[in-house]
Nanobody, 127 residues
Framework: QVQLVESGGGLVQAGGSLRLSCAASGRTFSSFGMGWFRQAPGKEREFVAAISWSGGARYYADTVKGRFTISRDNTKKTGYLQMNILKPEDTAVYYC????????????????????WGQGTQVTVSS
């Protein structure tokens, strides 16, 4: 198993940047693929980005492509989501998730594809 704790959320103006971190503990972090999801008020949780155990595979939701960058540092057992050119519609609780599918075979994007979750961190983008 792996435990995940997000940090780095906050309030930012439109056009600004934030970097979220996801600190992992427990089983070897490099044994897991990692993803980020978000949930806005009144909406379902949605996929944002994912990265394979080595970082060799990365993919994004169309809504964030070109603005967000997912990365990881296995030596620090930490994953990251760099968010640039933030928009008010990016406002949500952001969740870090992990999957045993460490190579992200099939490019998983569903909540059910990720078995481990953090508690979430709030990101608010003001207009």
């Amino acid at each position: 198993q792996v435990q995940l704790v997000e940090s780095g959320g906050g309030l930012v103006q439109a056009g600004g940047s934030l970097r979220l971190s996801c600190a992992a503990s427990g089983r070897t972090f490099s044994s897991f693929g990692m993803g980020w999801f978000r949930q806005a008020p009144g909406k379902e949780r949605e996929f944002v980005a994912a990265i394979s155990w080595s970082g060799g595979a990365r993919y994004y939701a169309d809504t964030v492509k070109g603005r967000f960058t997912i990365s990881r540092d296995n030596t620090k057992k930490t994953g990251y989501l760099q968010m640039n050119i933030l928009k008010p519609e990016d406002t949500a609780v952001y969740y870090c998730a992990a999957t045993y599918n460490y190579a992200l075979v099939g490019s998983p994007r569903r909540e059910a594809d990720f078995g481990f979750w953090g508690q979430g961190t709030q990101v608010t983008v003001s207009s």
